[in-house]
């Protein structure tokens, strides 16, 4: 059997499943998974049988994905994620935080402790363009196209596992990917009942705590379970406060041939604003400060509203029906259904009558025309669908034909809720109401081919439909639609049972966010990827390296400047690339000690940037993109004498980065490297508590001044010096924790 074999392995596992009860009447067995289910939403996973040519389990929920994760039979890149390597981290901090070791991965957190809106970037792209999908269904906001983990606190807690495709991957779901693919796995079911509390505290107050539950296989058919979870922190950053509530509910049906899951999760969030960022010379003399609400009293106090915060609720339900029908065909149907609504509110201080629709009034014989007032921005919003894949397998060959249709309604509007100068107004009036409405509709064909025993060919084909309507002040009337076809096409040379190589071209179209239509009539964008791989395998040893070619045609690039409610902002820059090498190891060092290193090197141009200074145009050259250092390493090395212990130090060097497009030096980015130290001890007991896990984490163990984000900006000053035009630059910085750590506990009954 070859070394990369995870078709065969799932042909033999439904070859076993169609010889005990082939003759079962599907429908009959579904509709008895829904009555039992009832109300009850959740979500499970199988029994996990031993790969015995990798050491790894199979996780056979795993094809609840398939028609979006790859494997190493495809011409992909990509890197796993499993519950086993998060779990000694995982103490309260967010998902992207606990994949910042990955290859070509950058992290970064407003609130500068891991906890609150952290995001991620893979390959120099942003969240925006990290394509994420859970259990196939789609994440990502259907607007900003960006994900927002502080929706779903401890939702690692919930993971089984994680696949990050770098570049444009296999298609999948939701909107196309640009930098990466994020596919995530839910929990997995369990055959024996259980009970788990966890609690951990740190540094800046932080306080996180769940409890977790199985009923086990009842009747070897049906499993419930779930999880509570509440995380408190005040952040490094000044006031940058979170208050997380998430939750986590499945259910499960399974037989021989039959898996039906229903699932219910999400999340509350109130979280204190710090995306102001500061200065260059509060970098220096108060990396802490935080400007969002302040404001100035009557008596010329400097104060801070209280409650200059985020508040929103996020609620996800996706009900999955898998079934085997026999040796060679399966399928999956899932339909699923996200509601959102919350808002941001905010102290204005001295804001226009007019930005609101109101009078001047006159007080005291003046006439009045600002105020200080306390607004709310409200998103209330509904994204629903469904998605479909039928897998045929056989001895040479896999083909998945899939896709998917979602409609996202959202309604954006804005509310007074005070203001010390009322004019005509009342309480709750909404000086804006917009609405939104986009549809995605998405169907794929991918086949891989085995033309012998060494060589495959691999083939992927979508077609993408995409409507957009919007008529809000910021976009402006907004009624776009776009069709996108993106083909696929590799090939993998098995050289031996440890070498693999491969090589892949792929296609991407991708439209524009909705605050792309805030800089005037965004440009969708392509993109060109080439991916050349190659993958060795032994007990000991096992290396991933990769050269890729992204050659993008009027890519949206960030410009390094943020929006009035912080969102980043982009616009179309012609053509531009990134060019990269990335490895990526595991090394079996000795019985105690392993070492995973990892590096990426690249070279990301804008090709002949123009821009305007002091009033000239100019063609810069190839300038470098934004947020795409040219280096970026990750490095864990762990030590594990017996199954008790395991010690870790893992560390991450970021080279120095742009946070514009003209080369600036004000805009630059310093790089960095930052040491953590993890440690994880299971107490195994006899008795009513069958284990106590101990876990530590010191992030940043030797206090290096981190700054893992920023945004930088221009203006031209034509007012100063009447007649002339000066380009003035500034820019805004999010620094990070020193020295900081978290401790747990898991009482496993």
């Known amino acids: 059997m070859k070394l990369y074999s995870i078709i065969q392995k799932r042909a033999v596992l439904g070859s076993l499943r169609q010889s005990q009860n082939n003759n079962r ?31 790894e389990k199979v996780v056979l929920d795993e094809v609840l994905v398939q028609g979006v994760r790859a494997t190493k039979e495809f011409p992909i890149t990509f890197s796993d994620l499993d519950k086993v390597e998060i779990a000694p ?43 994420v999908t859970i259990n196939g269904i789609p ?33 999948t779901n939701g909107a196309g990917a640009f930098g990466a693919s994020l596919n995530m796995l839910t929990d997995a079911f369990s055959e024996e009942a259980y009970a788990r509390i966890s609690s951990s505290v740190g540094s800046f107050n932080t306080l996180r705590s769940n409890v977790k539950f199985s009923t086990g296989l009842m009747n070897d058919h049906v499993e419930f379970s779930g ?31 039959t898996l039906v899951k229903a699932l219910l999760f999400g999340g509350h969030e109130i979280t204190y604003q710090a995306w102001n960022g500061i200065t260059a010379d509060q970098l220096v003399n108060d990396r802490t400060y935080n400007s969002a609400g302040e404001y100035t009293d009557d008596d010329g106090n400097i104060q801070y509203y209280e409650n200059e915060v985020d508040n929103y609720k996020q609620d996800h339900f996706q009900l999955h029906w898998y079934e085997t029908w026999n040796a060679a065909w399966n399928t999956h149907l899932a339909v699923h259904y996200t509601r959102g609504r919350g808002f941001f509110e905010q102290y204005r201080e001295d804001d226009d009558f007019a930005t609101y629709g109101l009078e001047p009034l006159t007080v005291n014989g003046e006439l ?22 039928a897998t045929y397998n056989n001895e040479n060959l896999e083909l998945i034909m899939g896709g998917g249709y979602n409609e996202y309604k959202g309604d954006h509007f804005g509310e007074i809720i005070w203001a010390e100068f009322a004019s005509n107004s009342e309480i709750r009036d909404r000086y804006y109401d917009d609405n939104s409405t986009k549809t995605d509709f998405n169907v794929y064909t991918k086949a891989n081919y085995r033309l012998t025993d060494q060589w495959s ?20 009337l907004v009624d776009d639609t776009f069709n996108f076809f993106n083909p696929k096409a590799g090939i993998t040379f098995d050289l031996n049972r440890n070498n693999n190589f491969y090589f892949s071209y792929a296609r991407a ?3 524009p966010n909705r605050n792309d239509y805030e800089n005037g009539s965004p440009k969708p964008e392509k993109l060109n990827d080439f991916e050349l791989g190659w993958r060795y395998v032994s007990p000991s040893f096992q290396l991933n390296t990769n050269v890729y070619y992204m050659r993008y045609k009027d890519q949206l690039v960030l410009t390094g400047e943020l929006n009035d409610v ?8 012609g053509d531009s690339y990134r060019l990269g090498l990335e490895i990526d190891a595991n090394v079996r060092l000795s019985r105690t000690f392993q070492w995973r290193p990892n590096i990426a090197l690249s070279d990301n141009r804008n090709i002949d940037f123009f821009f305007e200074r002091d009033g000239v145009l100019q063609n810069l050259g190839n300038t470098r993109i934004a947020y795409s250092p040219r280096l970026i390493a990750g490095n864990i090395l762990s030590y594990q004498p017996n199954a008790n212990l395991q010690v870790s130090v893992l560390s991450k060097f970021v080279g120095e980065q742009y946070m514009g497009n003209i080369d600036s030096d004000n805009s630059l980015l310093d790089s960095y490297t930052q040491t953590d130290f993890n440690v994880q001890y299971t107490i195994n007991m006899n008795s009513f508590v069958k284990s106590i896990e101990i876990s530590g984490l010191v992030n940043n163990i030797f206090d290096a001044d981190i700054v893992s984000n920023g945004y930088f900006f221009t203006f031209n000053d034509d007012f100063s010096n009447p007649g002339t035009v000066t380009t003035v630059e500034g820019a805004g910085y999010y620094p990070q924790a020193g020295i900081n750590f978290l401790v747990g506990a898991t009482i496993n009954f």
């Open 368 to 389: 009045v025309e600002t105020t200080d007032l306390i607004r709310r921005r409200w998103l209330d919003n509904d994204f629903y669908g469904a998605i479909f894949s």
């Open 89 to 131: 981290r995982n103490l309260g901090q967010d998902i992207p935080i606990l994949m910042n070791f990955m290859p070509a991965v950058v992290t970064t957190s407003d609130a500068g402790a891991g906890i609150g809106y952290t995001s991620i970037r893979v390959r120099g792209s942003d969240a925006t363009r990290v394509n």
């Open 566 to 573: 912080g969102a980043p902002l982009r616009s179309n820059v």
């Open 509 to 511: 179209n991708r439209e």
């Open 25 to 55: 009447n599907h429908f009959k067995k579904i509709a008895s998974a829904l009555a039992l289910i009832g109300l009850s939403v959740t979500m499970s996973a199988q029994e996990e049988p031993i790969d015995s040519l990798e050491g």
């Open 227 to 257: 999880r509570l979870s509440r995380i408190t922190s005040d952040g490094y950053v000044d006031r940058a406060s979170s208050e997380l509530d998430g939750y986590f509910l499945q259910g499960v049906y399974n037989d021989d041939n």
């Open 457 to 476: 060919l691999f083939g992927d084909l979508q077609y993408r439909g995409v409507t957009y309507q919007a008529n809000g002040e910021d976009t402006g």
């Open 139 to 171: 994440y990502n906001d259907a607007e900003s196209q960006g994900t927002f983990w502080v929706n779903m606190p401890d939702f690692a807690s919930s993971t089984e596992s994680l696949q990050l495709q770098r570049g444009v991957g296999t298609s």
